[in-house]
């Protein structure tokens, strides 16, 4: 993108396009958002305060770690946050019990990750040095996080990229937004318009031209948008989606060496949480992990709303792709009785409001997030290069050891208006 770059449209309000649209405007850019979504956010996904007593997210719902630039815009934006409070739980399919983390060869697990220095997958890192019958909880353990937190192929995942987190134990410091993720949606896309970015949504582009030196962005609709230059956020398998030019094309192909994860996300809200009158003293429980179709449960804990949200993440989701929204809610349900030795009527029964999403079934987004490959962070560099009037931004492009978060979207997107502005 050269230094002519006055006009430059943005494609997708999520919070990568927001963030660097923000930053461009302020710089004095002309910027234009396409957003094929009715609304901003993207896989950020608020849903109504009236239906769940909050504004709770179908998509992406906590912080993860230190995220800086995600906390400086919530001071930015008046906003707080709540950390992560109480006890995990886990079901082995007789008895719930509290999450016992330590594994008795984790200290070997952690010489082992020291003294790696070639990456290689997690399904290959596992059958190389923890192969034995001894170590068959550990495997469990370490495939259960992988797809389930980082919702990634164990026999695609690189070691290397995990093993900051395999060396804490599988501890993640988390937080909620007082308000959810959407505000501060609301706050960025505000800010973006305040400073005379164009927001124009029902936009699905399917193309970008160059020819002449002049560049066009192409709708599906027929919208043809004249720029200087286009930063693409979309989600990686939408990349495959629009016709770019040859040189672009060519750095998109290294997309394919990132990987990226599907997750199915179910909220239920119930009249009263019945999972605190247990006699297993659940009141203070946040996560619950098991082995049920939908795996993964969490309270809204230490808030009292009486909402349970399933998760189920990484390449096994395939096998609930036929299964529509109330199918869904149904597989959670009987997931829940089976855990709790509920009759699965009785939990039917307390039902006020429901919410199910498949990412891989969302148009826009074609699954949830990213995680990195031994292949990715050579990737990256790739994409991230600003070599064109064609650049690429988002969550799958950060270095960190946070990639797929919206941390690393928001900083994806600014990093990449700074790479526009220093030209």
Same mark, same amino acid.
């Given at each position: 993108?050269?230094?002519?770059?006055?006009?430059?449209?943005?494609?997708?309000?999520?919070?990568?396009?927001? +963030?660097?649209?923000?930053?461009?405007?302020?710089?004095?850019?002309?910027? &234009?958002?396409?957003?094929?979504?009715?609304?901003?956010?993207?896989?950020?996904?608020?849903?109504?305060?009236?239906?769940?007593?909050?504004?709770?997210?179908?998509?992406?719902?906590?912080?993860?770690?230190?995220?800086?630039?995600?906390?400086?815009?919530?001071?930015?934006?008046?906003?707080?946050?709540?950390?992560?409070?109480?006890?995990?739980?886990?079901?082995?399919? &007789?008895?719930?019990?509290?999450?016992?983390?330590?594994?008795?060869?984790?200290? %070997?697990?952690?010489?082992?990750?020291?003294?790696? $220095?070639?990456?290689?997958? =997690?399904?290959?890192?596992?059958?190389?040095?923890?192969?034995?019958?001894?170590?068959?909880?550990?495997?469990?353990?370490?495939?259960?996080?992988?797809?389930?937190?980082?919702?990634? @192929?164990?026999?695609?995942?690189?070691?290397?990229?995990?093993?900051?987190?395999? +060396?804490?134990?599988?501890?993640?410091?988390?937080?909620?937004?007082?308000?959810?993720?959407?505000?501060?949606?609301?706050?960025?896309?505000?800010?973006?318009?305040?400073?005379?970015?164009?927001?124009?949504?029902?936009? =699905?582009?399917?193309?970008?031209?160059?020819? !002449?030196?002049?560049?066009?962005?192409?709708?599906?609709?027929?919208? =043809?948008? *004249?720029?200087?230059?286009?930063?693409?956020?979309?989600?990686?398998?939408?990349?495959? %989606?629009?016709?770019?030019?040859?040189?672009?094309?060519? $750095?998109?192909?290294?997309?394919?060496?990132?990987?990226?994860?599907?997750?199915? $996300?179910?909220?239920?809200?119930?009249?009263?949480?019945?999972?605190?009158?247990?006699?297993?003293?659940? =009141? @203070? +429980?946040?996560?619950?992990?098991?082995?049920?179709?939908?795996?993964?449960?969490?309270?809204?804990?230490?808030?009292?709303?009486?909402?349970?949200?399933?998760?189920?993440?990484?390449?096994?989701?395939?096998?609930?792709?036929?299964?529509?929204?109330?199918?869904?809610?149904?597989?959670?349900?009987?997931?829940?009785?089976?855990?709790?030795?509920?009759?699965?009527?009785?939990?039917?029964?307390?039902?006020?409001?429901? *919410?199910? &999403?498949?990412?891989?079934?969302?148009?826009?987004?074609?699954? *949830?997030?990213?995680?990195?490959?031994?292949?990715?962070?050579?990737?990256?560099?790739?994409?991230?290069? *600003?070599?064109?009037?064609?650049?690429?931004?988002?969550?799958?492009?950060?270095?960190?050891?946070? +990639?797929? &978060?919206?941390?690393?979207?928001?900083?994806? !997107?600014?990093?990449?208006?700074?790479?526009?502005?220093?030209?």
């Amino acid at each position: 993108m050269s230094r002519q770059s006055e006009h430059v449209v943005i494609v997708g309000a999520g919070a990568a396009g927001l +963030m660097a649209a923000r930053a461009l405007a302020r710089a004095g850019r002309t910027v &234009t958002i396409l957003e094929a979504r009715e609304r901003c956010g993207g896989r950020i996904h608020p849903l109504p305060a009236s239906e769940f007593g909050y504004p709770a997210d179908a998509g992406a719902e906590f912080i993860h770690g230190d995220a800086p630039v995600t906390r400086a815009l919530l001071r930015e934006a008046g906003l707080s946050s709540q950390l992560i409070e109480g006890r995990q739980w886990s079901f082995d399919g &007789t008895q719930l019990s509290r999450e016992d983390r330590h594994d008795p060869h984790e200290d %070997e697990l952690h010489a082992v990750l020291g003294q790696l $220095k070639d990456d290689l997958t =997690v399904a290959d890192f596992l059958r190389r040095h923890f192969a034995g019958e001894d170590y068959a909880r550990l495997r469990h353990s370490i495939e259960r996080m992988v797809e389930g937190y980082d919702a990634a @192929d164990p026999e695609r995942a690189s070691t290397l990229a995990l093993r900051a987190e395999w +060396m804490n134990g599988g501890h993640h410091t988390q937080a909620r937004i007082v308000g959810g993720y959407g505000a501060m949606i609301d706050f960025l896309a505000e800010q973006c318009r305040s400073h005379g970015v164009a927001i124009r949504f029902g936009s =699905v582009v399917s193309a970008i031209t160059e020819e !002449g030196g002049a560049l066009a962005v192409r709708c599906a609709g027929g919208d =043809v948008q *004249a720029c200087d230059g286009v930063v693409l956020t979309v989600p990686l398998p939408l990349l495959r %989606e629009i016709a770019l030019p040859s040189a672009a094309r060519a $750095k998109a192909a290294a997309a394919d060496d990132i990987g990226f994860g599907s997750v199915i $996300k179910i909220l239920l809200r119930f009249t009263r949480p019945w999972w605190r009158e247990r006699p297993e003293d659940l =009141v @203070d +429980m946040t996560f619950l992990l098991s082995d049920q179709t939908i795996p993964v449960w969490w309270t809204r804990y230490p808030d009292q709303h009486p909402v349970l949200t399933g998760w189920f993440g990484g390449p096994r989701t395939a096998g609930l792709n036929g299964l529509d929204s109330q199918e869904l809610i149904d597989a959670g349900l009987s997931s829940l009785a089976a855990i709790f030795g509920l009759p699965r009527d009785d939990i039917a029964r307390d039902l006020v409001a429901t *919410a199910a &999403t498949n990412w891989a079934h969302d148009p826009f987004a074609r699954g *949830a997030y990213s995680w990195a490959t031994p292949r990715t962070r050579a990737a990256q560099t790739i994409l991230a290069r *600003a070599d064109g009037p064609v650049l690429f931004s988002g969550e799958a492009l950060y270095h960190g050891s946070d +990639m797929g &978060t919206v941390e690393a979207a928001l900083a994806s !997107g600014l990093e990449t208006a700074r790479l526009i502005l220093r030209e």
